[in-house]
């Protein structure tokens, strides 16, 4: 972290001080609908960067993330409703299991040589076949979902994430900002110079001594461990989990598009992109909603002409375009 704070100039340092200062006053400032905006922005900057690690990093490119947030999700979930263990205990278990189905894919695929966009389509079949049992998983609901009680005596509770608004946002924002940190961290260690060796040539990095199976496997299991974490947030964010909504490849998709468009391996990235894509979508959802639209689809659409433009005019992302312009960063990982 000491290296990557070195590398920003006086100005990045500034600018980044003054983000972190408005978003801890944000709740002070905005209203609901604006601070559940920022909320969403902030969760969809920590799973970017969980997904980054990954693919920007060490080069794997899953389209089935979606799989640890729903398996994170729905551990912590049913521990909450079926036996009264809080959410800060069943993050445990869910990082555990998640990280366990990661393993599996890994396993698979890194042991048997499927690469590419045959390993894409493995993480995208396990999302699927998760999605298929938990719909027939009684303990967990089933297709009619997993519903959190949100009892009118809890609220306060923060240790069960019983809380408000408020809560949630700081703890979106706490989350965003560790998520920074450990892809700030693991991007100057020396696992993440393995990754990169292992993305830009595979044969290479093995004959220079790196153990490939080994370092990405790494990636995976980290990687599907912080997002599981996110899982945990969005259910008890949302209160209710629906296996064809949360493992479904859309909302995979949701979750790789801020750093595609931020600008991929890199660590701010995610963050950019999460502030770019979700305020346009709520505002097409609003638009949409004002005029009386209902066109089923079109918040996918948009993303996909939006992602098309961006790659289009600043094909490495917005945040290595804007670092250039604005000259922050002298070295960006």
Request: charged share 10%.
């Given at each position: 972290?000491?290296?990557?704070?070195?590398?920003?100039?006086?100005?990045?340092?500034?600018?980044?001080?003054?983000?972190?200062?408005?978003?801890?006053?944000?709740?002070?400032?905005?209203?609901?609908?604006?601070?559940?905006?920022?909320?969403?922005?902030?969760?969809?900057?920590?799973?970017?960067?969980?997904?980054?690690?990954?693919?920007?990093?060490?080069?794997?490119?899953?389209?089935?993330?979606?799989?640890?947030?729903?398996?994170?999700?729905?551990?912590?979930?049913?521990?909450?409703?079926?036996?009264?263990?809080?959410?800060?205990?069943?993050?445990?278990?869910?990082?555990?299991?998640?990280?366990?189905?990661?393993?599996?894919?890994?396993?698979?695929?890194?042991?048997f040589g499927i690469e590419g966009v045959y390993f894409a389509l493995l993480t995208i079949a396990f999302a699927e076949f998760t999605r298929i049992g938990f719909d027939h998983i009684p303990f967990v609901g089933g297709a009619g979902g997993l519903f959190i009680p949100y009892e009118q005596d809890r609220i306060g509770e923060w240790?069960?994430?019983?809380?408000?608004?408020?809560?949630?946002?700081?703890?979106?924002?706490?989350?965003?900002?560790?998520?920074?940190?450990?892809?700030?961290?693991?991007?100057?260690?020396?696992?993440?110079?393995?990754?990169?060796?292992?993305?830009?040539?595979?044969?290479?990095?093995?004959?220079?001594?790196?153990?490939?199976?080994?370092?990405?496997?790494?990636?995976?299991?980290?990687?599907?461990?912080?997002?599981?974490?996110?899982?945990?947030?969005?259910?008890?964010?949302?209160?209710?989990?629906?296996?064809?909504?949360?493992?479904?490849?859309?909302?995979?998709?949701?979750?790789?598009?801020?750093?595609?468009?931020?600008?991929?391996?890199?660590?701010?990235?995610?963050?950019?992109?999460?502030?770019?894509?979700?305020?346009?979508?709520?505002?097409?959802?609003?638009?949409?909603?004002?005029?009386?639209?209902?066109?089923?689809?079109?918040?996918?659409?948009?993303?996909?002409?939006?992602?098309?433009?961006?790659?289009?005019?600043?094909?490495?992302?917005?945040?290595?375009?804007?670092?250039?312009?604005?000259?922050?960063?002298?070295?960006?990982?």
């Amino acid at each position: 972290m000491t290296a990557l704070w070195g590398a920003m100039n006086t100005r990045a340092r500034i600018l980044l001080g003054v983000l972190v200062v408005m978003l801890l006053a944000a709740p002070l400032a905005l209203d609901r609908y604006f601070l559940s905006v920022l909320t969403l922005i902030l969760y969809f900057v920590y799973v970017g960067q969980a997904w980054n690690l990954m693919m920007g990093y060490a080069g794997q490119l899953s389209l089935g993330h979606a799989l640890y947030v729903g398996v994170g999700g729905y551990v912590a979930a049913a521990l909450w409703v079926h036996y009264g263990i809080g959410p800060w205990l069943g993050v445990v278990p869910a990082i555990a299991i998640a990280a366990a189905f990661g393993a599996a894919i890994g396993w698979l695929g890194f042991r048997f040589g499927i690469e590419g966009v045959y390993f894409a389509l493995l993480t995208i079949a396990f999302a699927e076949f998760t999605r298929i049992g938990f719909d027939h998983i009684p303990f967990v609901g089933g297709a009619g979902g997993l519903f959190i009680p949100y009892e009118q005596d809890r609220i306060g509770e923060w240790w069960n994430l019983r809380g408000g608004q408020h809560l949630f946002y700081y703890l979106a924002f706490l989350l965003a900002a560790v998520g920074v940190l450990i892809t700030a961290l693991l991007s100057r260690a020396r696992l993440g110079f393995q990754w990169l060796a292992i993305r830009e040539d595979e044969t290479a990095a093995r004959a220079l001594g790196i153990d490939v199976f080994r370092a990405k496997m790494k990636a995976v299991l980290i990687s599907s461990g912080m997002t599981a974490v996110g899982g945990v947030f969005y259910a008890f964010y949302n209160n209710s989990l629906f296996p064809t909504q949360i493992f479904n490849i859309s909302r995979s998709i949701e979750l790789i598009l801020a750093p595609i468009v931020g600008g991929i391996g890199t660590v701010f990235g995610p963050v950019v992109g999460a502030f770019v894509l979700t305020p346009l979508g709520e505002v097409l959802i609003a638009l949409t909603e004002w005029l009386g639209i209902d066109l089923p689809g079109v918040k996918a659409v948009f993303y996909g002409l939006t992602l098309m433009i961006i790659i289009t005019l600043v094909p490495t992302g917005v945040w290595p375009w804007i670092a250039r312009r604005l000259d922050l960063v002298k070295n960006e990982p």
